[in-house]
């Protein structure tokens, strides 16, 4: 199990947090998923030899916030 | 695609004039120019709105953007141009405002985060090297010049300096560092040069901790914040309802996802969590951390509040003020073998003693053995072939050691005076006292004037002094009730009293032996010059200045943060349905309805920015010198 945090651009609409949680939510191989409203962060726990760092910040790209940092421990 | 984002507020700005031109050519008769000048505005507008709304489908997600792209494509449909082109470009407009101001909101935080240090400046193997701040590793021998930030916490180990701890502390005012003294990760040398062997690095350190500590209190739920979630959970699927509702009664498309759209409840769901970070942002500034929404919430319920003595009240910076002996001995000679069994103490008196024996330059090399610390009471070891009993009176009754009624009254009359008289035996024979005295903070009468201003109805004191130094600090600062002599257990026991007898109780303590009755208040506050590990951890409230001053600031603070909430929610539910009513009454169209959308959520966000600024009203200067002892 890895954990990743991904710095999004300011996160201005609370909708956004159930968008980001659900849609990572339904990708296989994520555990949990806690989008940071007030620091625009995704916090993501995963198991690496299911899905790759590259593929989450893909889907959170795609959903079109556009990840700035990343962390992984 | 991202360029459509990137250049979103430009797109805002576009849009924002052709409307402005629409208006002006409707004005001056050209009619053709106005609608075209309005269908550009909403193709454009709609761009970015279109492709979110698309984003979020590809990957089956539902969003806000969808309800306004329907909503548009239906306007257009009816031939509704001026409609379409407002609501795309409020929409637009109002999440560039709610951006700049929940930044604001943010602010304090971010200021937080951008004092990080980046990189460090070490020694390894003789080499003077700049590296990076993940790369330091603990033991590192660190180089901070003037003007430098402390990239890790550790211990001074050559030369001295004056460090503006105000990243940790809130406190500006700088503080003077030398040889064995502790520094943090995110203060600044002002002047001077240190060197330091880092203890604490990367995610460890305070610095770092304090971050993650307001990260996840500005996102913990308050009560207020739960019940509005549990209202939008039942809320958004029963306006979805109501809006296929009014589509099959009304057959009117148009009207139906109006209804959707500017029911969504923006405000609402906003405005609860949005107090919340400003007033945690606030306190943060002020080296107040607030573990989160649900501690706001109960602190600002607290109407009692019990303080421990020493280091809260208190400065626990105690001194030694008389050694006196009741035989002919050398009083140096008695403190010196006093000293040399405190050694081992880690009660805050013991290690008083054993400063105030280096300060007189006594050689204390020899080591106690057979220590047997009597917690609460003191302690008895071995030291040079003495047997020594060294502590308070009930040390001595329950060593059956005779105390004379010369010895009595001496003991009485340095308690009267404000000390704590600390007796010691040497082979069975109490052979005298050493006078401690410690000082009131010079805040705590204004801190307390002020938290009782602020509603506080009951102020106690519990203190495992003695009853005399106990009364005389009760005294001197008001408190309507105060306990001495007590063990640490007495203290949670006489808490949990409390709490049964239905007060709202906070309890302040230094940290670390009061941590049990700090847990079982129900609100734990912690007094920490820097805070400590184990402060940080049990505490709901921790004051990193040890000020007492902060203590009044933070109670203020979480009523101030209350209110401002309640303001909110009751705002915003008035919106919804005075939205919902003029939608389906008809006195509410798609733009204006919009507009009232937007302009509810902005007006969320500048009642909790008002928090931000939020500061206790100043009181009238009390005077309180530093007097000893009157503790």
């Known amino acids: 199990m890895k954990k990743a945090v991904f710095q999004l651009e300011p996160l201005t609409c609370p909708s956004c947090i159930k968008k980001i949680e659900s849609t990572l939510g339904k990708t296989s191989g994520v555990h949990s998923t806690k989008v940071l409203f007030n620091s625009s962060k995704v916090r993501v726990e995963f198991e690496e030899n299911q899905v790759g760092v590259q593929q989450i910040e893909g889907v959170i790209n795609k959903l079109g916030y556009p990840v700035t940092s990343k962390k992984v421990s | ?631």
């Open chain 2, 1 to 631: 695609m991202r360029w459509i984002h990137k250049y979103k507020n430009v797109i805002t700005a576009l849009s924002g004039l052709l409307i402005v031109l629409a208006f002006i050519a409707n004005k001056a008769g050209y009619s053709i120019t106005k609608e075209v000048a309005l269908i550009t505005a909403t193709v454009i507008a709609s761009l970015p709105i279109f492709l979110k709304a698309l984003q979020a489908l590809r990957l089956k997600a539902f969003s806000i953007e969808l309800l306004v792209t329907i909503a548009v494509i239906g306007a257009l449909y009816i031939g509704e141009y001026v409609e379409s082109a407002v609501v795309t470009f409020l929409f637009l407009f109002g999440a560039y405002l709610e951006g700049r101001t929940l930044e604001k909101t943010r602010s304090s935080l971010k200021k937080l985060t951008d004092m990080a240090p980046q990189e460090a400046t070490v020694i390894r193997q003789g080499e003077i090297m700049s590296i990076g701040i993940k790369e330091v590793v603990v033991g590192d021998r660190v180089i901070i010049r003037p003007g430098g930030k402390v990239p890790v916490d550790g211990k001074v180990i050559t030369g001295h300096a004056n460090l503006n701890e105000s990243a940790v502390t809130g406190e500006s005012v700088p503080a003077h560092k030398q040889i064995g003294d502790q520094v943090f990760s995110g203060t600044i040398v002002d002047d001077g040069y240190i060197e330091i062997s880092a203890e604490k690095v990367g995610d460890d350190t305070t610095f770092a901790k304090i971050i993650e500590l307001v990260e996840e209190a500005q996102e913990s739920k308050s009560k207020t914040q739960r019940f509005l979630d549990q209202f939008a959970n039942i809320y958004t699927p029963s306006v979805i309802v109501l809006s296929i509702l009014v589509f099959l009664i009304t057959n009117n498309l148009l009207l139906a996802v109006t209804f959707l759209v500017v029911a969504c409840p923006g405000a609402l769901v906003i405005g609860a969590p949005v107090s919340n970070v400003s007033g945690i942002g606030n306190g943060a500034k002020q080296g107040v951390l607030v573990k989160g929404g649900e501690v706001m919430d109960q602190f600002s319920k607290v109407d009692t509040i019990v303080f421990d003595k020493t280091g809260t009240l208190t400065k626990g910076k105690a001194e030694v003020t008389d050694v006196h002996p009741f035989t002919n001995e050398d009083p140096d000679e008695l403190l010196r073998l006093v000293a040399e069994v405190e050694k081992v103490s880690e009660h805050h008196l013991g290690q008083t003693i054993v400063k105030e024996a280096k300060q007189r330059n006594l050689d204390i090399s020899n080591d106690p053995n057979q220590v047997e610390v009597v917690k609460g009471n003191g302690l008895q070891a071995q030291v040079e072939g003495h047997y020594l009993v060294i502590g308070n009176r009930q040390l001595m009754n329950q060593q059956d050691l005779f105390i004379s009624e010369e010895i009595d009254n001496y003991a009485t009359r340095r308690e009267r005076e404000g000390n704590t008289a600390i007796f010691f035996a040497i082979n069975n024979e109490i052979k005298g006292i050493i006078s401690i005295a410690d000082q009131i903070r010079k805040d705590a009468v204004e801190a307390l004037a002020e938290l009782r201003a602020n509603g506080i109805k009951k102020m106690v004191m519990l203190t495992g002094d003695n009853q005399h130094t106990a009364q005389l600090v009760a005294e001197q600062l008001g408190l309507d009730e105060y306990h001495a002599e007590l063990l640490p257990e007495e203290k949670v026991e006489f808490v949990q009293n409390l709490k049964r007898k239905g007060h709202v109780v906070g309890m302040a303590g230094d940290g670390i032996n009061d941590a049990p009755a700090i847990a079982s208040a129900h609100i734990g506050l912690a007094m920490g010059e820097g805070g400590t590990d184990i402060s940080m951890e049990t505490a709901d409230v921790v004051l990193m200045a040890d000020r007492l001053k902060q203590f009044a600031h933070a109670y203020a603070l979480s009523k101030a943060t209350i209110r401002n909430m309640k303001q909110n929610m009751y705002f915003a539910v008035g919106i919804v349905f005075v939205l919902l009513i003029g939608v389906l009454t008809g006195y509410i169209h798609l733009a204006s309805g919009m507009f009232i959308h937007e302009a509810s959520v902005l007006i969320v966000i500048l009642n909790a920015m008002r928090l931000l600024k939020f500061r206790p009203q100043q009181r009238k200067e009390f005077n309180i010198k530093n007097q000893p002892a009157y503790t």
